[in-house]
Structure formats: C-alpha cells, structure tokens
C-alpha cells in the first residue's frame, strides 16, 4: 500500500529529451493527481530499477526507451495535517532515450507530451520537478555542444 506506507517506496523517473523537448506527463491519479511530472513509477519487487523503468515508461506512454545513466536521487515525503507521512517515496532519475514513436497517455497518466523549456511556467509541476528539469535541461544542452 503506498498510503501511508511502512517504509519508503523506491521509484524510477525517465529524463528524455526530443531535440530541445522535454517528455512530461500529467498525474492521472493521487497522490498529485492533474499535476506533471517526469514519466516513471514504483518499482516492483525482484525488478531490476531498468526494468522498471523501461515497464513504466511503456505502461504511461506507450513509448519504448533505452535506459542510460543515473541522473538524480531524491526524496518526496508528503505528510497529512497531522505531520504524519502519508506518502514517502526515494525516487531515482535517469536519462533515456526513445529513438521514435508519438507520447500516448495511458496506465496513471492523462496526458504526456513533449515541452520545451520556455514552455514549463505553463505547466504545475510536481516539487522537486522543475529543478531536476531545469538540471536536465542545462546538462542537455552541454551535450549538445
């Protein structure tokens, strides 16, 4: 159960890019639901964090990626009014590649669709989501270089 779990709930995020483009997805359910986010999930148990993601990514988009390297880890602990922590998750971020195919919401999500930098004020982020967004981006476009 991840309401009010027993201990955190490890989770995998996807940074892909699409030329100057971000893959974000909107939060079909609670907890933030109507929110966008970077596409991923729990992982489940005896898989391996690639997997999982890769699972993800193709249950929320319907988009095949290639898993790379470890781009961020961090927490996301949401409390109740009483401070208790009704959701903790240790979420792990990394950058993928997707060689083709068109974003098509589906599994938790109810919308996805690539955004550009200038673009992300129009979009409500989840916490933590636009610092690693904006990492990513800088990180991007150094390796574009």
Request: glycine content about 10%.
């Amino acid at each position: 159960n991840r309401h009010y779990p027993p201990r955190p709930i490890v989770g995998v995020g996807a940074i892909i890019f699409r030329d100057d483009r971000i893959l974000l997805v909107e939060r079909g359910r609670e907890p933030l639901k109507g929110w966008w986010s970077l596409p991923g999930g729990a992982v489940e148990v005896g898989e391996r964090l690639d997997e999982a993601l890769r699972r993800e990514i193709a249950e929320e988009t319907g988009l095949a990626v290639t898993v790379g390297k470890l781009f961020e880890i961090f927490e996301r602990i949401m409390r109740d009014a009483e401070g208790r922590p009704e959701y903790h998750y240790v979420l792990m971020d990394y950058v993928c590649t997707c060689s083709e195919g068109t974003p098509v919401a589906g599994d938790d999500v109810s919308a996805a669709g690539w955004v550009s930098q200038p673009e992300l004020d129009r979009y409500r982020l989840t916490e933590g989501t636009r610092d690693v967004i904006e990492r990513a981006f800088a990180a991007h476009a150094n390796h574009q270089r």
